[in-house]
């Protein structure tokens, strides 16, 4: 079974851009969250999709919005973008939803200059 | 206000001897809780994970035991091999109340040869 993959890898932009992570999960799951990785703070949550709805939602600001298609892929977009958003960007899967066993993509690594 | 907390942000042991490592949490209602490793460059791997209706759980070389009165958790590994060294993240969730996952911040384990 293929692993949880998302793109691009690797990603710089400047302050005042916005962005747009992609991330597929494992086939069959239907939970699909994001995390905020920074030095020092963890991996932060950022929200959980579930067949096509958000169900939970951390604490971030509304410059960090989420989706999910029919086919449970997922995006995460990050808008007016500012220094303090540059953090490696994680997207996990899991069958019964985020309390449980999540699988998790390589990341994306953002910065922003 | 953090909810688990990994109080070591390292940790060194010699290989073939027993590394623990130890997570704290706030939240009485948290009812499962689960370890990852996460590699660089790599997004965090499952290792294990325990219901709060147990105390103890074992899988091969890492055990994992719960202690609900202290509000403490920790993970044995047995013997500890190079391979082991990562960041491990403990986790913790309510799932009568949400599906969100809290993370702590991490401890490097280096096992030393």
């Known amino acids: 079974k293929a692993g949880v993959t998302q793109t691009p890898r690797y990603l710089i932009k400047t302050r005042g851009q916005q962005v747009t992570l992609s991330c597929s999960p494992i086939s069959g799951h239907r939970s699909v969250s994001w995390y905020q990785q920074t030095p020092g703070q963890g991996l932060q949550f950022l929200f959980e999709?579930?067949?096509?709805?958000?169900?939970n939602k951390g604490n971030f600001p509304g410059r960090f919005s989420g989706r999910q298609f029919s086919n449970s892929r997922s995006e995460m977009n990050v808008s007016t973008l500012e220094l303090g958003d540059s953090a490696l960007y994680l997207c996990?899967?899991?069958?019964?939803?985020?309390?449980?066993?999540?699988?998790f993509g390589p990341g994306t690594r953002l910065t922003v200059t | 206000d953090q909810q688990v907390k990994q109080n070591s942000p390292s940790l060194s042991v010699q290989e073939g001897r027993i590394s623990i490592l130890n997570c704290d949490y706030t939240n009485s209602m948290f009812d499962y809780f689960l370890w990852y490793k996460k590699y660089p460059a790599e997004g965090p791997t499952f290792l294990i994970s325990i219901s709060s209706i147990k105390d103890k759980n074992e899988d091969g070389r890492f055990t994992v035991f719960l202690n609900k009165s202290a509000k403490h958790l920790s993970l044995h590994i047995v013997p500890s091999q190079p391979g082991d060294s990562a960041v491990y993240f403990c986790a913790a969730s309510d799932g009568n109340r949400d599906d969100k996952i809290i993370f702590g911040k991490g401890t490097r384990l280096h096992i030393l040869p």
């Open positions: 996990a899967s899991s069958l019964q939803g985020a309390n449980y066993e999540q699988y």
């Open positions: 999709y579930f067949s096509e709805t958000q169900r």
